[in-house]
Nanobody, 124 residues
């Protein structure tokens, strides 16, 4: 059974940093491209990054450019989303997801497996 479990979310103040983790079981992460997406209350789901199996990371939104970064550790079957300079606009549920195909050059949000999400709330 394939499982993706996100963790590391919480309530933080503006300007804070957080690192989210995504632990994968039931398959080998190295065989998949991994995405980080988020959905804010009342808004459409937004794809942030896709971390390729071989190539680098594709960023899909300027909203997190220079503040967020995504990485993966195939040896640990895990991935990470590091977030700096958080603002209330970053409040959302954050998801990791896997696709067996390469990362697209433009956002598609088509993934084969999804985690349950972890909530991040940024408020003073």
């Amino acid at each position: 059974q394939v499982q993706l479990v996100e963790s590391g979310g919480g309530l933080v103040q503006p300007g804070s940093s957080l690192t989210l983790s995504c632990v994968v079981s039931g398959l080998l992460l190295r065989d998949y491209s991994l995405g980080w997406l988020r959905q804010a209350p009342g808004k459409k789901r937004e794809e942030l990054f896709c971390v390729g199996r071989v190539r680098g990371t594709t960023l899909y939104t300027d909203a997190v450019s220079g503040r967020f970064s995504a990485s993966r550790d195939n040896a640990k079957n895990a991935a990470y989303l590091h977030m700096d300079a958080l603002s209330p606009d970053d409040t959302a549920t954050y998801y990791c997801a896997l696709r067996h195909t390469p990362c697209p050059t433009v956002t598609e949000s088509f993934y084969d497996y999804w985690g349950q999400g972890t909530q991040v709330a940024v408020s003073s």
